[in-house]
Every structure is written in structure tokens, then in C-alpha cells.
T-cell receptor
């Protein structure tokens, strides 16, 4: 069974500071992908970053980086230099090779950036 | 511009009525998905389709139906059998093993 756990319902960060959003996962697949999405109040889901299970380097996309610790089954999102526009819900997701392209989402973390 | 469109943005339904939510993509993606999101919660998979004329149930398919007659289109019908249909519905598509692309969503309210 696939499962994504996000244990932080809400987080606050000062503008221009870095913040880490936690994500742990459980899977029996050897090959899988990990994803982070941002959902502003408008409701759209915006793809942020992807990490493959066989990627040796942590993924980075601009101010976003993914701290991938395979042995611990964690895939934390790091946002550097937070901006007011980063205030949103953030979802961690996983897709496994043996699960037929299904995605499994966590319950999300609400991030608020304080001026 | 390539993307996913969902219509309508807001939908109101009386109890006992069936309603159909539209999802169209021009990304030439093979796989399409429907999710339901309730307030303060994550996304739950309703149905997905990997190719035309084929689809599979997700975790919460009861009370919903879909069709996939064209690659570009994956409409979702919320039937009267769905007892608590008020929610935010998101359609997505993908190709290969990478990320899903999402539409803007439809907010369904039962009156």
C-alpha cells in the first residue's frame, strides 16, 4: 500500500527566511516518484518539484529544493527566501511504478508567510 | 496554449439530480484523473483512465461515473447515489512517469 504523511497542518515563516515542510512516505515499490504541489486559495494545483527514487542528487527548482532521504522514506520540501506569495497549501504526492500511474496525496500543510 | 479546462467553475445541484463535470485537455496526454477535495483535506482519487475507452475506479468511486470516448475528454457524472457530493473537483492529466497537470477545478454545491 502507498501512503503519504504530512504531519504539519500549519506552518508560519518570516518573509525572506527558509522553511522546511515535512513529508514521509510508505511504499513497497522500488521505483517511484515524489512530487510537491502548491495550492493557493484559488484552488489550482501548481507543480513545484519532482524527485525520482533512483535520483542520487536532491532535486532543485529555483527557490525550491527537495531533501530526499531514501532510507528514512522522507521527501521534505525546502523553500528558501520565503515570499508573501508563498502562502498556500502544500501537498506531497507519490506515484509508484506498480500502482498504474496512480498518485497518492498527503493531507497538506498550510504555510503562512509573515511580513 | 496547451492546458486543461474544467467547466463550469461553480455548479449547484438539487438533491436527487445527476450532474456532469467537464474536463478537456489539449496536451495529448494519455492518462486522465478525477479527484475530490473536501475542506482541509488532501485529494482523493475518484476515477482514472490510462487510454481511450478504458478507466479504473479509484478509492472513492461509489456514486460517480465516467467515460473516455476521446483522448481529450474525461467527463465525470455525479449521480444521485453520491450522498455527500458537495466538494471541490479537480481533473488532471499526465504523460509518462512525471507530474500530473491539473485543471482549475469545479466547486460543486448541493442545495
Amino acid at each position: 500500500a502507498q501512503k503519504i504523511t504530512q504531519t504539519q497542518p500549519g506552518m508560519f515563516v518570516q518573509e525572506k527566511e527558509a522553511v522546511t515542510l515535512d513529508c514521509t512516505y510508505d511504499t513497497s515499490d522500488q521505483s517511484y516518484g515524489l512530487f510537491w504541489y502548491k495550492q493557493p486559495s484559488s484552488g489550482e494545483m501548481i507543480f513545484l518539484i519532482y524527485q525520482g527514487s533512483y535520483d542520487e542528487q536532491n532535486a532543485t527548482e529555483g527557490r525550491y529544493s527537495l531533501n530526499f532521504q531514501k532510507a528514512r522514506k522522507s521527501a521534505n520540501l525546502v523553500i528558501s527566501a520565503s515570499q508573501l506569495g508563498d502562502s498556500a497549501m502544500y501537498f506531497c504526492a507519490m506515484s509508484g511504478y506498480n500502482t498504474g500511474n496512480q498518485f497518492y496525496f498527503g493531507t497538506g500543510t498550510s504555510l503562512t508567510v509573515i511580513p | 496554449d496547451g492546458g486543461i479546462t474544467q467547466s463550469p467553475k461553480y455548479l449547484f445541484r438539487k438533491e436527487g439530480q445527476n450532474v456532469t463535470l467537464s474536463c478537456e485537455q489539449n496536451l495529448n496526454h494519455d492518462a486522465m484523473y478525477w479527484y475530490r477535495q473536501d475542506p482541509g483535506q488532501g485529494l482523493r482519487l475518484i476515477y482514472y483512465s490510462q487510454i481511450v475507452n478504458d478507466f479504473q475506479k479509484g478509492d472513492i468511486a461509489e456514486g460517480y461515473s465516467v467515460s473516455r470516448e476521446k483522448k481529450e475528454s474525461f467527463p465525470l457524472t455525479v449521480t444521485s447515489a453520491q450522498k455527500n457530493p458537495t466538494a471541490f473537483y479537480l481533473c488532471a492529466s499526465k504523460v509518462g512517469g512525471r507530474e500530473q497537470f491539473f485543471g482549475p477545478g469545479t466547486r460543486l454545491t448541493v442545495l
